[in-house]
């Protein structure tokens, strides 16, 4: 059975978590990054319009091996499961990511997931991201199997457009979080600020952005702006792999003045300011 080390007591301890912060839930705290809070019923109040937004899903052309990337309740953390950071910043739910480091006879032989959508980003142009980020959930399990930035990214696809390569159209760009903070650690975190922590890099090398030289957001932008058309955005996504093993979750996801709200029934759209 995939992950047979983590399947049966905590599974167990975390159903009765479940079960508790279902009795307990009400109004949520406010995300640590000011944006909308949710009502504890999913719905948006605050900023938040909690309307709902389509063409979210796995994207299965980049996805390898037999991850799970599933909308889904929690998680939460007993006792004190209305207290910041231990219950989702929107809302009751997340995006849960499992991902196995050693499941495939490829090579490497880890899986990939990239959850996102491949139809309300197309177009839009690099430079005019401004806030990126998200909430993570990371535990003790994730940090042991692959150190204090074994997380999840945000990944762009995006044509690149650049003068220089006018044949390459095609790139992702990543970010690679920094570590959160030890107390952050088997619960939610803060607002990640993809824009002021963490690095960025092309896949395809097309920049001084690379994953062996990475670089920070701005840098990454101004290295895309050389005189060719501006580089635009194919698809948005989080994902996680090809590298360590990770279980844990994901909510909040911000691009420019909207937050995606990952719940059980959906995703909902929230818009800030």
């Not at 599974?11 to 978590?17: E, I, N």
């Not at 004190?80 to 050693?102: F, H, K, M, T, W």
């Not at 995006?158 to 760009?173: A, K």
């Not at 990770?246 to 691009?255: Q, Y």
Request: aromatic fraction near 8%; glycine fraction near 16%.
């Amino acid at each position: 059975m995939r992950f047979a080390k983590r399947r049966g007591g905590t599974l167990v301890a975390a159903a009765v978590a479940t079960i508790a912060a279902a009795t307990l839930l009400g109004t949520a705290p406010a995300s640590a990054d000011g944006g909308p809070k949710g009502d504890g019923n999913g719905n948006g109040n605050g900023n938040g319009n909690g309307t709902g937004a389509d063409h979210w899903g796995v994207i299965t052309r980049n996805t390898i091996g037999s991850p799970v990337a599933a909308l889904r309740n929690g998680p939460f953390v007993s006792p004190g499961v209305l207290a910041e950071g231990n219950r989702p910043p929107y809302g009751q739910g997340s995006l849960g990511i499992e991902v196995a480091d050693d499941s495939t006879t490829l090579t490497p032989p880890s899986e990939k997931v990239d959850f996102g959508n491949e139809v309300d980003f197309y177009g839009d142009r690099v430079r005019d991201l401004r806030k990126v980020g998200f909430h993570v959930f990371q535990t003790g399990e994730n940090v042991t199997y692959g150190g204090e930035r074994n997380l999840p990214n945000i990944r762009f696809e995006i044509d690149p457009n650049l003068g220089s390569l006018p044949g390459d159209n095609y790139s992702t760009m990543v970010w690679v979080p920094d570590a959160v903070d030890a107390g952050d650690i088997n619960r939610w975190s803060p607002y990640l600020d993809a824009t002021k922590t963490g690095h960025w890099f092309l896949t395809g090398n097309e920049t001084e952005c690379t994953g062996s030289s990475p670089c920070t957001f701005a840098e990454l932008k101004a290295s895309l702006d050389d005189g060719g058309e501006e580089a635009t955005i194919l698809t948005a996504a989080v994902g996680k792999g090809r590298d360590h093993m990770w279980i844990g979750a994901v909510d909040g996801l911000r691009v420019n003045d909207r937050i995606y709200d990952f719940e059980a029934d959906g995703v909902r759209e929230r818009r800030v300011g």
